[in-house]
């Protein structure tokens, strides 16, 4: 029973990540995305996460309107 509960968050994971990819609010492959945001300096990593390097820098982008994320 355990490996169908993780089978399930699994499959939901991919089809959020698919929702997401396919009405461009993320890119499909997150990980090389963050990755090189942590190379621009705009993040860094923590352990198997990633922080913004400036509170004003993360409220920044929280702000913004959807249409400008999309451009």
Do not use: T
């Not at 993780?6 to 997150?30: D, E, M, T, V």
């Not at 995305?33 to 993360?58: C, T």
Request: charged content about 20%; overall charge positive.
């Amino acid at each position: 029973m355990v490996g169908l509960i993780g089978g399930k968050a699994c499959i939901q994971h991919f089809i959020l990540r698919l929702i997401l990819y396919s009405n461009g609010y993320i890119p499909w492959n997150y990980a090389r995305f963050l990755d090189y945001a942590a190379e621009r300096i705009f993040l860094q990593k923590v352990g198997g996460g990633y922080i913004f390097i400036h509170r004003l820098l993360m409220e920044h982008f929280a702000q913004m309107e959807l249409e400008q994320v999309r451009r």
